[in-house]
């Protein structure tokens, strides 16, 4: 990582602020005329002046004092740029605000490092501003940097905000059913104008605005000031529930889109497994719902959770379904789907990384690889009927076979896979608290995986892996962590390089 320290980027509200500028050459006529465009009084005090400089005196824009700089001209001021290649002129006004004895902001056009801020590269159309610095590092990178975000995104993004400032200024006061309401409304455009600025979709973001803006003069015309908020909307007026895949357990591994609809949250409803720096997404108004279900005690019926989810929607325009991994993998996502359907309540789907993928990954066990497995096979260690009964343990033909939520039903998964033919030297992988810090990895053979495991002291949830991918586990592992080894890598092991006979045979079928 480069040793550089950062600076903290703001923008200063200037309006009618006494601003001063030392210095009259190029780099001062770039600079004085940001502080006008900020509406500061500027004034500028250096012996010679660009034309430039000139007639914006001569308009009244600035206030030019033809001479050198001298002692109590910061008097005044809050805000001082010197532009000058005077150094002594420099280190007269730093010397003079100390004799001032209160703070003036101070940037130096010649030292950078020395002043109190440094004056970024600046792209501004309409209302959006781009502003770019490399801490006075290298000024012209700065400016191209800026330039090509200009170009690339600027007129797109100022189209976007002219509308949107129309909306929000002269449509949305109309809107009359409450903070609650109107929060909730501005949220979900919101949500949706950025969807299709990354889309570069401007049709869309007309359609957008048009919408919110029906209903926003609906809402106007049929409610008088003063009077009380609409009823409760039914089913029909309800809110969308997001169904978001949270990922495995690493808060870094939440979908770009996961993050945004969480940002826009009225109410989330989450699983028990949920990091808290992924709820700390949320804004502070959110309403957060806890329904998770931990191993082998009591929670919250499915059926109660998506009534749940039905009388949020009722009162927010934004729930989100929070739940572990990807919602429609073993995750019961498809039977809320399937409610939200059936009550005519507006959904979308998010999906997440899947914890079957991820944490194999993060134990260095690539499911697949062209010599040693070209099918994977995810299935559940607790699976039940539609009425809730248990039904046996799926093996399916797979060279991989992944099991999720499988702590508790090891030794059945390993009698399961033992009564399907697999040898007890096959190769199994158990993954706790995969992709966390505190990740665990225990690997055996089968005959001796349920002893390592509970030798090792795993915690759920947990993975578990079986197939020859398994053998590269120790070569591959990245991801540090605490956790256990118990299986050997012998000279026929994938991890060792080596071409074994099933390899051989699986080539000369290709």
Request: hydrophobic share 40%; glycine share 10%; aromatic share 4%.
């Amino acid at each position: 990582m480069d040793d550089v320290q950062h600076a903290y980027p703001i923008f200063l509200d200037l309006h009618g602020q006494a601003c001063l500028v030392v210095g009259g050459g190029r780099v001062a006529d770039r600079r004085v005329r940001r502080l006008i465009d900020s509406g500061a009084r500027v004034t500028l005090v250096s012996p010679r002046a660009t034309r430039v400089i000139r007639q914006l005196h001569e308009r009244g824009e600035l206030t030019y004092v033809a001479r050198a700089y001298l002692r109590g001209d910061l008097a005044g001021h809050n805000l001082v740029l010197l532009a000058t290649d005077d150094e002594s002129v420099h280190e007269q006004v730093f010397q003079d605000r100390l004799d001032e004895g209160r703070p003036i902001l101070i940037n130096d056009a010649m030292r950078p490092t020395r002043g109190d801020f440094t004056v970024p590269a600046l792209h501004r159309e309409g209302a959006l501003s781009v502003a770019v610095s490399t801490g006075g590092l290298m000024p012209r990178l700065a400016a191209a940097v800026s330039a090509e975000v200009g170009r690339l995104f600027g007129q797109t993004a100022a189209a976007l905000l002219r509308r949107y400032r129309t909306w929000k200024t002269t449509v949305m006061p109309r809107h009359r059913s409450g903070a609650g309401a109107v929060r909730a409304l501005r949220r979900a455009v919101d949500q949706r104008l950025l969807e299709a600025f990354r889309s570069g979709d401007l049709a869309r973001v007309a359609t957008t605005l048009e919408r919110a803006e029906k209903l926003s003069l609906l809402e106007g015309k049929h409610t008088r000031p003063g009077s009380a908020p609409p009823p409760r909307p039914g089913p029909s007026q309800a809110g969308t529930v997001y169904l978001v895949g949270a990922g495995p357990g690493d808060p870094g591994l939440l979908t770009i889109k996961g993050r945004e609809v969480l940002r826009s949250a009225g109410a989330v409803v989450y699983d028990r497994l949920i990091d808290a720096a992924v709820l700390e997404l949320a804004p502070p108004w959110a309403e957060l719902a806890p329904v998770g279900k931990a191993p082998g005690r009591q929670c919250m019926s499915q059926e109660a959770i998506n009534q749940r989810l039905k009388e949020l929607a009722g009162s927010h325009e934004v729930v989100v379904r929070l739940k572990g991994g990807d919602p429609f993998l073993l995750g019961r996502g498809g039977e809320e789907a399937d409610f939200l359907q059936a009550e005519g309540i507006p959904y979308e789907v998010v999906p997440g990384v899947s914890a079957a993928v991820a944490v194999p990954a993060y134990a260095g066990i690539p499911l697949t690889h062209r010599a040693w497995a070209s099918s994977v096979a995810i299935s559940t260690a607790h699976p039940v009927c539609a009425d809730g009964t248990p039904r046996p343990i799926a093996v399916p033909e797979a060279d991989t076979l992944v099991y999720l939520m499988g702590l508790g039903n090891l030794p059945a998964v390993v009698e399961a896979l033992r009564s399907e033919g697999k040898t007890p030297d096959t190769p199994v992988a158990v993954v706790s608290m995969g992709t966390t810090v505190n990740q665990q990895v225990v690997t055996a053979p089968l005959e001796a995986i349920v002893e390592e495991v509970r030798r090792a002291g795993l915690r759920p949830p947990a993975v578990i892996v079986v197939g020859e991918v398994v053998r590269f586990a120790d070569r591959l592992r990245w991801f540090r962590s605490g956790g256990a080894e118990a299986f050997p890598v012998d000279e026929t092991s994938p991890a060792k390089g080596r071409t074994t006979p099933k390899a051989t045979e699986s080539a000369r079928a290709g």
